[in-house]
């Protein structure tokens, strides 16, 4: 293998959404920055996080929501 170059990368920007209780890192919150450290990799470069925000649940749900967004490059294709 060689190095990649600019026209290697993929670009992907990826939805982050929990509700829910996660034993090994806790609440939503922490089940999206657990994500985000997930996604580091050396395969991986990020180029833009958003903030972590919480929001109401919509519907029959008592669960507070957290979401966020990330921005990443990648030489992975999208099927990896």
């Not at 920055?33 to 029959?60: C, H, M, N, W, Y």
Request: hydrophobic fraction near 30%; avoid cysteine.
């Amino acid at each position: 293998g060689g190095k990649t170059t600019q026209t290697d990368q993929h670009h992907y920007l990826i939805g982050l959404g929990s509700n829910q209780y996660h034993p090994g890192y806790g609440g939503p919150r922490a089940v999206i920055r657990a994500a985000f450290a997930e996604l580091s990799t050396p395969q991986t470069d990020i180029l833009a996080k958003s903030s972590v925000i919480s929001s109401r649940p919509l519907g029959p749900s008592h669960r507070q929501y957290a979401n966020a967004g990330i921005w990443l490059q990648s030489a992975l294709p999208p099927d990896r």
